[in-house]
């Protein structure tokens, strides 16, 4: 027991030394090492920059992040352009050095997310960042977000969206584009699917693709499993249930859940079923032959009607 115990606390106290050994790592690398090693008087605030970049200047103060990193009680270097492009003096020391400036269009993916993530690594942290989809495909916070808005045109500076009720509510994610436009611009195949005859009223401005997928997973996503039903039944709350008599695949007990009879962004058939005839429920009733024969198919001929779920009928024939 005493072995197992002090075995334990080796194996954390490694683990946290490792931990502190790559965090150091990390800030002694480009971008991060520039604040590390920068000196109290390296910071010379915003408007020793506008002389050389005024239109940038300019851009930023229209931007919604602008806000967040004005004040004298922030420290330099959370404090206007440094914070996110190094202590001028360095800059400054030598112009054209490439490392002395972070310059976001011409660094790795991985050096961009390291400089937008020294602030926003509260709420996501590096590592589970990095596990992303979209951080192994080389994209940056930059391939979506964009700074300093460009034009009138740009969601930065538009009004915030008209939502669902009960969606989450965006406040100026300072996205390149409008969201569907941006996701659709990358994602035409899934792009192609909203255009089906059925399909989520996402073209029509009614719902985002964010509405069911995460692009920052947080500390909170990382501690749950996440069930593919989760989003669904957030907006679609008559089918969570608890029934008397669930139904398996639509209480999330087997399979993909809603996704074993409905596909999520469109389809050819109603309702966005795979399919619209009794082969649906033959997916898995292959017990059932021919002789269980359905007029048409195995819930509009007024039999099955509460295949999402029933308090009152163990075979779904009443809700
Ligand atoms: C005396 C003029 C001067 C001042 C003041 C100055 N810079 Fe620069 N900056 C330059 C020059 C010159 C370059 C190099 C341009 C190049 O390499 O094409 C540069 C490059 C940059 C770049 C990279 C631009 C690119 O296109 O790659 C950034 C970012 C930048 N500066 C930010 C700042 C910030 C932030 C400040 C204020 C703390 C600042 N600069 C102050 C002259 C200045
Ligand atoms: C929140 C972080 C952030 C702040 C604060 C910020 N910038 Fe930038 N800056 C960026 C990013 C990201 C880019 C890359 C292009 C884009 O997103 O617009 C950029 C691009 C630039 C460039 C062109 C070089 C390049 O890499 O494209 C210059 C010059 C520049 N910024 C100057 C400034 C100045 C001057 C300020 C202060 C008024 C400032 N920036 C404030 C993030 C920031
Ligand atoms: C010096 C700290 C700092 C850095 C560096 C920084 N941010 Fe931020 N950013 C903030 C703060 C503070 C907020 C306010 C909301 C919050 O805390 O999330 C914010 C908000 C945002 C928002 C949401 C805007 C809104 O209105 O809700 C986006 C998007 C964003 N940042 C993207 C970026 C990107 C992309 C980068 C890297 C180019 C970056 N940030 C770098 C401090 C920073
Ligand atoms: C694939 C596109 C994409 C990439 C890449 C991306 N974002 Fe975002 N970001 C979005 C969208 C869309 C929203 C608004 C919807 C939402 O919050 O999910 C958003 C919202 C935000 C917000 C404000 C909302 C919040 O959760 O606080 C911040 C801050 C932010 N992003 C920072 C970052 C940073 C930092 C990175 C890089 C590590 C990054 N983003 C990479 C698309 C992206
Ligand atoms: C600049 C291009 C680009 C943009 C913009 C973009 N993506 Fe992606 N996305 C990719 C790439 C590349 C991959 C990884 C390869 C793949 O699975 O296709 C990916 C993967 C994904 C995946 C699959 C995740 C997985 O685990 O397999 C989803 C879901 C996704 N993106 C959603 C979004 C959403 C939502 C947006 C808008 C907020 C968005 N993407 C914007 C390029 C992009
Ligand atoms: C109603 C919810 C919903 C909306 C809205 C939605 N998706 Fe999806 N999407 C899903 C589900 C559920 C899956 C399947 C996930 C799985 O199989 O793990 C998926 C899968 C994907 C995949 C991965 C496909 C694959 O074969 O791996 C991509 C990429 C994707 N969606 C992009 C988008 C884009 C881009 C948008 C917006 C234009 C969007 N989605 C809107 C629910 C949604
Ligand atoms: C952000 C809210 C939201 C989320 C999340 C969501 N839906 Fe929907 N769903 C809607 C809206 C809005 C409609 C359109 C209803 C209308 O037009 O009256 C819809 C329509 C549908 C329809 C067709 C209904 C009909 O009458 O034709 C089905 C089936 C459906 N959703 C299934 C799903 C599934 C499965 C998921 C999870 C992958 C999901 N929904 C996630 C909002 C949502
Ligand atoms: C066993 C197959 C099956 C599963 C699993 C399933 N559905 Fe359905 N769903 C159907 C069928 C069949 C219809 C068409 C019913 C009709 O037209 O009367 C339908 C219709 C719907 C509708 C539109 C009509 C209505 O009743 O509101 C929504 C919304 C919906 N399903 C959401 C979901 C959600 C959310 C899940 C996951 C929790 C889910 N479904 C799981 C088969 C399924
Ligand atoms: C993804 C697989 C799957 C699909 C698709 C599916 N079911 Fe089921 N169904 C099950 C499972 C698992 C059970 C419970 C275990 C069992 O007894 O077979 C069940 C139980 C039932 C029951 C209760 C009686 C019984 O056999 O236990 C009925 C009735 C039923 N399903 C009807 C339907 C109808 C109608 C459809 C099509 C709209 C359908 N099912 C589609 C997996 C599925």
Redesign the pocket.
Known sequence: MAKHVFLMTGMLLGFLLLTAARQHARERTFPLMLFTQAKADDYLGTEACVPCHRSYVVSFRQSAHAPYMEGAHLPPERRGCEACHGPGAVHLREVLEPKGVIRYSKMTAEEVSRACLRCHGATMRPSQWHRTAHARASLSCISCHQIHPRSEKQPNLAAPMAR?PG?RKPSHPLLKEEEAALCSRCHAPQAAEFRLN?H??LPEG??LCT??HEVHPDRESLRRVRL??E??V???ADKMGPFVFEHDPAAGWMGDS??EC?R?HGSPN???LKLFSRGLCAQCHTEKGVQHYPARNCWESGCHVAHHGSNTNPLFLSH
């Open positions: 669902l969606a059925f989520h009223p009614r719902m509405d069911c593919i039903r989003p669904c957030h907006c679609h809603c996704l409905h999520p109603p309702r966005m």
